[in-house]
């Protein structure tokens, strides 16, 4: 009886190539790989006036926590490191301060790091317009001196109940240390 020849390993390796594709296949077709779109995008403005001592008919916002070299109604120096401001902003549709508001963008940021102007944000916008109720909670470092930064959207309520996504924020607007304007390009990623 002749030897039996050695078993080629190329059908294995075919098999075994063939059924990592259907497997990658498989994870296409379900939508795991495909890229993800937002399920609803909105812009808003929200306008912050902060109290300097001389206007509190019109301020929106206020300094409530200082570090011990500052104070509550100025910022400090050093990128006003340890200020902490609490606000009550109107939000607009577009970026007119007199505009009808759509709701008030309500919550705090805290200025975080000595070396470069930066804060951290933990806000809600609460929507109060005939075409949108609830509210979509935000929370995230906001790097202030780059022209666009991104904060997440982290929940919301009504009609944006459990809604997750990404808020793209940038300046619109600034009159030195007392009013901004800052657009959000909201992309929500999660809608019920």
Same mark, same amino acid.
């Given at each position: 009886m002749a030897p039996k020849a050695p078993? $080629?390993? *190329?059908? #294995?390796?075919?098999?075994?190539? !063939? /059924? *990592?594709?259907?497997?990658? $296949? =498989? =994870?296409? =077709?379900?939508?795991? /790989?495909?890229?993800r779109r937002p399920c609803r995008r909105l812009v808003f403005y929200f306008h912050d006036i902060l109290y300097n001592g001389e206007n509190a008919a019109n301020a929106t916002a206020a300094i409530v926590g200082a570090p011990a070299w500052g104070n509550t109604t100025v910022l400090t120096g050093m990128n006003h490191f340890g200020d902490v401001v609490v606000f009550d902003d109107p939000i607009t549709v577009d970026n007119n !301060?007199?505009?009808?508001?759509?709701?008030?963008?309500?919550?705090?940021? +805290?200025?975080?790091?000595?070396? +470069?102007?930066?804060?951290?944000?933990?806000? $809600?916008?609460?929507? #109060?317009s005939t075409e949108h109720r609830g509210s979509l909670n935000f929370a995230g470092a906001d790097p202030l001196m780059n022209k666009t930064r991104d904060v997440s959207v982290i929940g919301g309520t009504g009609d944006f109940f459990m809604a997750r996504g990404i808020a793209t924020l940038s300046t619109d607007s600034f009159e030195g240390e007392v009013y901004f304007r800052l657009r959000a390009d909201i992309k929500l990623y999660e809608c019920w």
């Open positions: 078993k $080629s390993p *190329i059908p #294995n390796l075919f098999f075994f190539l !063939l /059924l *990592i594709l259907s497997a990658f $296949s =498989a =994870a296409a =077709a379900s939508g795991k /790989l495909r890229s !301060l007199h505009g009808p508001p759509v709701g008030r963008a309500q919550g705090f940021y +805290i200025y975080d790091k000595k070396e +470069i102007f930066t804060a951290w944000l933990g806000f $809600s916008f609460v929507f #109060n």
